[in-house]
Structures are given as C-alpha cells and as structure tokens.
C-alpha cells in the first residue's frame, strides 16, 4: 500500500490510498466494519464509488483493511498487507507482528475522557516519524467531531460509533446527536430519511449517509484552505470538541504552526477560538521576532482598521493619508494598523497574509482577551522601535491601546474620522519636525520594501534590498539589484516572490533552501530529491533549490520542512524559474 498526499490545510490532509493501479481511496474517509450478515459498507455508497472497509484475515479481500488476529486461536492468520497495527484497540490478545501499515493514538477510550492526555499523544504521532503515515480513528468519528478529527491529523474513521448510535437509537448530524424516536419530522432528505420508514436499518443508512456528506464537506474545506473556519463553527456543538481545540491552540501550537500555511485563503474570524489560530498567532510572533519599522520613520501613527482590504482602499484610511500628505511630513510617519485578531498591522505589511485576508464582526467593544492582545503588543511596538513621537488615532481600540502608553498625543479623541480629528492630525504631524529632517518618498519606499523582506524571509531577507532600487507602482513593484531583478511584490499574492538572482542571494546565508542531489529540476521537484530542508520553511514560502551552495532553481513550497525531510513521495516544490545552463 502507498500513501501520498495531495492537498494540504495546516495538519490535515486529502490522500491518495494506493492498493493496486486500479484500486485507489480518497482520504479523509470512512472505513465501514465488514460483519457478514449484520454490518457492511452502505450500497448506495458503494455504488457512487469504492469505499474501504476493516474486517478480520478470514474474511478479508481486496482493499480492505485487516485487524490482527487473537492468541485465542492455535494458529491465527497473519497477513502482512495493510493491515492495522494489533493494538489499534488495546487488545492484550492481539497478535504480535510487524508494526502495521497505519498510525493510530494507544488507548482511544481513556483519551476521550482526558483532553489533555488526547492532545499530547496526538503532538507525539504527529511529531514524528508517523506524521507521513494515515492515521486512524476507531469509534470516535461522529459526523459532529469529523471536521475536527481531520483537522487534527486523522485521515480514517471506522464505522463502529456510527453502528453503536443505531444501536442505541441516536440520530446523528453535523451539529450533534439526537434521539431519533422523539423527532417528528426528520430534518434530512437522505434516501433512509425519505422513505417514510422508521427502523434500525434507516438510521443506520442515515448516519452512514450523515458522516460520508460531511467528510466531502471537510474535503471541499482542506481544497480551499479554509477547514479551521469550519472546525470553529462545529466545535460549538460539543463542550470535548471545544475544550480539546484550545488545548491544541494552547499546547500544540508549534506543531500547528509548522504546517500552517503562510499563504492561506480568506476567512471569518468569528469566535474566541479565531485568535489562537496557528496562522494568526504566528504573524504576531513573527513581528516581534523579526519586526523592524522603515529606517528614517519617526512617528508613530496608530490608527484602526478597516472593513475593506487591503486597509488603504478604504475610504477611512484614504482620510488619513490625506492629512498625513497635507502635513509635509508623509515620509516619516510610519502607519501602525491596530486590529483584532492580528493585534497590528504596519502598513507596509497589509498585503501579507492574513493581513487583507480576514472579517470580523465588528460590535464597538473589544473583549478582556482582545484588550489584553492589543496592550502587549502596543508596548512592545513602542518599547522596542523608538520613536520619536507617538500618535493616537483610534476608535473603540482607544482606551486598552492609551492605557499603555505614556508620552503620547492622541488625535481622534475617539472619533479618528471626524473632521476636527483630521485636522488635529494633520497639524500634530506638521509640527513635529522641519521637513528637511525627512527622506524622499523613493528612498522611503525601499525601506517599507526592506521591512517588508525582512519579515516574509527573516533578517537575510534585509539583503535583497542592499543596494538596490525599486521599479513600478504599488501594490507591484520590482526589486532591481546591478540590472539584475531579484523578485517582485504582488498584489494578489502579497509576498515576494523571488527570481534566481533573488534565491542566491538568500542562499549565500542559508536561508530558506532546498537541499536536492546532483542535478537540474525539470519540471517540479518531489520528495524524493530533497536531501534536506531548512527548518524555516513553510508551505507557501518562495524557496531556493540549491546543490551544495549552487542555486538550480526557486519555487513555492508545497509541503513543510518537517515533511520535506521524511516523505518519499509527493510534490515538495513547485517550480517557478531554473538555472539556465
């Protein structure tokens, strides 16, 4: 059996479940347990196209998963196909053999009970070498916790819980559980549900048919990066969903991160839980990890957000800008977005994600977790930049942000889009400093540029702009070095992508390389040459393909650094340019 992944969202995944050339299953999906005479995988599902099934050696076929045999027996069958590892269920009767072809967490039962044991033993598979294999579920995949399952990492769920709720007279949905006797009218339109029969076999069809709708829904989600969206409005159904999510956030985070995306789609940040999202933390600690403002800016303007993205498409922010260019001053006002859940924006960082690519709810008050966000990261900002002078131009961000700052003039007086605030802007901004004391606006574009690549590619992505000068206008500007253009700003990309000159210069400090073997990419590059992989790598990152310091090639990262050094199979780079020869 072969396992290859082929889409990506953070931890989970869409696969390729390979038994034979004609004998293919799409993952994430249901195993249905196979018992002759009493439980077998749904005929309409089998007829819409294959489905995998689990059963015992004997009863065994083609594609279909084997549970270990029991020591009951003299002489048990042992297959050595894919098959499940024998303590997939904590059997102490289960066969000893070699180590099965699927990952799986030790004691299910006690982990459903204890969140925080579930979440370390999910960290320790996934952190290891078992990240590559597909992980399996047995009796926790309720249509209501599949989104989450998945999002964790788990790519196959047997059909135990869903033959136990029959069993019991549970109707189950993507929202929860319900008792299938006291519904009046049955609220799906599934064949079982449409017959206008009630019996165990109906809601047995129904709950097959139930969890198999809301994995395509899951998979619709992982293709368009947008599953965490998903996970966050069905966690509210289950108390052990919500609390097992937040300790993933809380105690999983580097592990999340990893496989995040840094170049993710358009989302809803709706909830408490959308401010630990892996991506959302990442880009707050990114900035105080590698953030540095614009050399030659002086003033420090906070101002909020707005609906639009990007911020300066806004009419709200168009205003500002206006009082900012009326004061003379423009080129040392460095403009700091303050917003929820990101904490701060600085403005030449609005195209990055998920900068202009998140909507909230906007009410006019910030929560105690929002409030505390937003006073940690003002005082580092100002504690750590310096400037000169600190401006205030805020709304309802405006007590918890001013409750921080000392030397300070504030502007808006809470209303930062009045015509009276905007004046005071543009005569506090006037009066700062003698527009001689300010740089040009070319030199300060290259210098937004610089604080742009140093955040995208840390502190060797400074270089790409030494000595260098910038071509063409915002939001798509080229970067040019000796005549030679070493990558370019998109719009609607909203990341340096690099060219070959680009990557080595990148590679001559090591950052962000693909190691391959002796040879010239044609075409993309796979697992299979890749040797190794900086550790800072992330999927979406512009990378260089390098061989022992010689730059072949620059693409887009398709898997994680973590994966990239243990996969034997897949796409780890897409290729954008190759060295000529």
């Known amino acids: 059996m072969q396992f290859e992944i082929t889409q990506r969202d953070g931890l989970a995944r869409i696969g390729r479940l390979k038994y034979a050339e004609n004998l293919i299953f799409q993952t994430p999906s249901i195993v249905y347990v196979n018992v002759p005479g009493r439980y077998s995988a749904p005929t309409q599902a089998a007829e819409r196209t ?3 099934r689990v059963s015992s050696q004997k009863d065994a076929g083609p594609g279909v998963l084997t549970v270990s045999g029991s020591s009951y027996f003299e002489k048990p069958e042992i297959r050595m196909g894919s098959s499940l590892d024998p303590r997939f269920r904590g059997s102490p009767y289960a066969v000893e053999k070699g180590e099965g072809d699927f990952g799986f967490l030790d004691d299910l039962s006690s ?3 204890d969140s925080t044991m579930f979440v370390k033993a999910l960290g320790e598979m996934k952190g290891g070498s078992g990240l590559m294999k597909p992980l399996y579920s047995s009796v926790m995949g309720l249509p209501h916790r599949l989104a989450f399952l998945v999002y964790c990492g788990f790519d196959l769920f047997d059909s135990i819980p869903l033959v136990m709720a029959a069993e019991n007279g549970t109707y189950l949905t993507s929202t929860g559980a ?3 006797q006291s519904i009046k009218d049955l609220p799906c339109s599934c064949p079982a549900c449409a017959s206008g029969r009630r ?5 047995l069809e129904h709950n097959y048919n139930e969890a198999e709708n809301e994995l395509r829904l899951v998979s619709h989600a992982i293709s368009q990066g947008k599953l965490r969206e998903l996970v966050e409005s069905r966690v509210r159904s289950d108390p052990w969903l919500v609390q097992n999510l937040r300790l993933m956030d809380l105690e999983q985070y580097a ?3 990893a496989h995040a995306s840094v ?3 358009p989302f809803h940040a709706g909830s408490k839980e959308s401010l630990s999202r892996p991506d959302i933390v990442r880009w707050r600690m990114r900035l105080q990890e590698r953030y540095m403002r614009p050399a030659g800016t002086r003033i420090l303007l906070l101002i909020p957000c707005s609906a639009r993205k990007p911020y300066s498409l806004s009419q709200s922010h168009r205003r500002f800008r206006d009082a900012i260019d009326l004061s003379g001053r423009g080129s040392i006002v460095h403009e700091v977005i ?8 600085p403005r030449e960082l609005e195209l990055f994600y998920p900068a202009k690519d998140y909507d909230i709810p906007v009410t006019g008050h910030w929560d105690g977790d929002e409030k505390k966000m937003a006073e940690d990261l003002v005082s580092w900002l100002v504690a750590s930049q310096r400037y000169d002078l600190v401006i205030s131009h805020l709304g309802d961000e405006r007590e918890p942000v001013n409750s921080v700052l000392k030397d300070f003039v504030d502007t808006s007086l809470g209303h930062p889009g009045s015509r ?8 506090t901004i006037q009066g700062f400093v003698p527009p001689e004391e300010g740089k040009g606006r070319r030199s300060r574009q290259l210098e937004d540029m610089r604080s742009l690549c140093r955040f995208q590619f840390g502190k060797a992505g400074e270089t790409l702009c030494d000595d260098a000068t910038l071509e063409g206008r915002w939001p798509n500007m080229k970067i040019i070095s000796r005549k030679r253009q070493l990558g370019m700003l998109t719009g609607d990309r909203g990341m340096i992508s690099l060219t070959i000159d680009g990557a080595a210069v990148l590679a001559e400090h090591g950052a962000y390389c693909v190691e391959i073997e002796d040879f010239l990419p044609k075409g993309n590059l796979f697992a299979v040459g890749v040797e190794s992989a900086g550790k800072e790598i992330r999927v979406g990152d512009d990378v260089a393909v390098v061989h022992k310091g010689d730059v072949r090639a620059v693409g887009v990262a398709m898997m994680s650094a973590v994966e990239m050094n243990i996969a034997e199979r897949g796409e780890a780079v897409h290729i954008r340019h190759v060295k000529r020869v």
Request: aromatic residues 2%; charged residues 30%; proline residues 3%.
């Open 338 to 345: 303050v917003t929820s859940p990101l904490g701060l924006v």
């Open 420 to 427: 009276e605030s905007l004046e005071r802007l543009e005569k």
């Open 263 to 265: 170049r993710g789609s």
């Open 111 to 113: 982990l459903l009970l």
């Open 50 to 52: 294959a489905r995998l």
């Open 255 to 257: 592990l999340q991160e």
């Open 178 to 180: 319900l008792d299938y």
């Open 199 to 203: 019996g165990k076999n109906e809601l």
